[in-house]
């Protein structure tokens, strides 16, 4: 079993911390809460936290005083959350360690974005950090990237929202660069179902597929046509 990233969101409004929670387990993540600065800190003594979304503003033991204590030993990402959008406010969550910063009422896609963007840098530049499942089972090729074990596809660290089918398809071809499979085949193991001729779903797939991957996708970079036989994956 692939081991899930496990997030730690910090912030004493729970209504907030439950629908970032749900946001993120969304997306596979495994999630853990604290409402309290001295909870959280607790948390991170026990757990294995793989990156920190916290807010700053908090009764006790601020955001700001919590971003100091972990950086003295964990050089896990941290994501700030504020009310506040002063500059000065962001300059004070930066300086103390904290590596992106977002200030409410987010974009719940945005905050995917960037929790994605900062795991994948820390994984990477730091490889005794990193898990072998997340590296093993990455492709990348030309600013692409396809995650199998968490379903997460980014082109040059943007977050690429592909749907289950395509996300499917895309994994197919990349999995196996060069292999031209037919329109059956691809309809065969993905929707593991016998292909009509008369059925376009795989065309209409690439089509958004390209649409969302390619920059000309009528000059695909990724995904090549080999006409009157199918389609592969250019790598």
Request: hydrophobic share 40%.
């Amino acid at each position: 079993m692939v081991e899930r990233n496990k997030i730690l969101i910090i912030d004493d409004e729970k209504e907030i911390a439950d629908l970032v929670g749900i946001y993120l387990m969304n997306e596979g993540y495994s999630v853990l809460k604290a409402y309290t600065g001295k909870e959280a800190l607790e948390t991170l003594e026990k757990e294995a936290i793989d990156l920190a979304i916290l807010d700053i503003m908090m009764p006790g033991i601020d955001g700001l005083e919590v971003c100091r204590r972990i950086r003295k030993d964990k050089n896990i990402p941290i994501l700030m959350l504020s009310a506040k959008s002063e500059d000065i406010d962001k300059i004070l969550g930066l300086t103390t360690g904290a590596d992106d910063y977002l200030t409410k009422p987010f974009n719940p896609l945005e905050l995917i974005a960037r929790v994605k963007s900062q795991l994948r840098r820390y994984l990477y530049l730091n490889p005794k950090n990193s898990r072998e499942t997340y590296e093993k089972d990455e492709i990348v090729c030309k600013g692409l990237t396809i995650n199998k074990a968490i379903h997460t596809v980014t082109l040059f660290d943007n977050i690429v929202n592909l749907t289950p089918i395509e996300f499917d398809i895309l994994l197919l071809l990349a999995s196996n660069p060069g292999k031209v499979y037919t329109v059956d085949e691809i309809f065969h193991i993905v929707w593991k179902e016998d292909y009509l001729e008369s059925d376009n779903t795989v065309r209409v797939h690439i089509r958004k597929i390209r649409e969302k991957i390619e920059s000309d996708s009528k000059n695909p970079l990724f995904i090549k046509t080999i006409w009157g036989v199918g389609y592969k994956f250019e790598d």
